[in-house]
């Protein structure tokens, strides 16, 4: 079965840094590559929405993030693992949420309410 596995995530220090990893299990979704998606991760504190958090293109040239933590957090991808990262760093409290990567053919994974595939999801707990 094809699968997206989160990992990386746990207690850290305001200030910190942690580095997510979501790695794609299974040759291809439905007949399509990991290669081909577009990877967004996504987060969702208790009691709020989930929210977008950055995205990569498939060839990973274009990367798009939202404002909070645009200079903190780098997204990146290694096709050849299929495996898709999330550097966070000067982590804030209000960054605390559990974060879910997914997987998108026909957009820019910018949107959670498109996504194709998801990850279980990994807590992240930022300690002030």
């Known amino acids: 079965q094809v699968q997206l596995v989160e990992s990386g995530g746990g207690l850290v220090q305001a200030g910190g840094s942690l580095r997510l990893s979501c790695a794609a299990s299974g040759r291809t979704f439905s007949g399509r590559a990991f290669s081909s998606a577009a990877m967004g991760w996504f987060r969702q504190a208790p009691g709020k929405e989930r929210e977008f958090v950055a995205a990569?293109?498939?060839?990973?040239?274009?990367?798009d993030y939202v404002d909070s933590v645009k200079g903190r957090f780098t997204i990146s991808r290694d096709n050849a693992k299929n495996t898709v990262y999330l550097q966070m760093n000067s982590l804030k409290p209000e960054d605390t949420a559990v974060y879910y990567c997914a997987a998108d053919w026909r957009g820019d994974a910018t949107i959670a309410s498109v996504m194709e595939y998801w990850g279980q999801g990994t807590q992240v707990t930022v300690s002030s």
């Open positions: 990569i293109r498939w060839s990973g040239g274009k990367t």
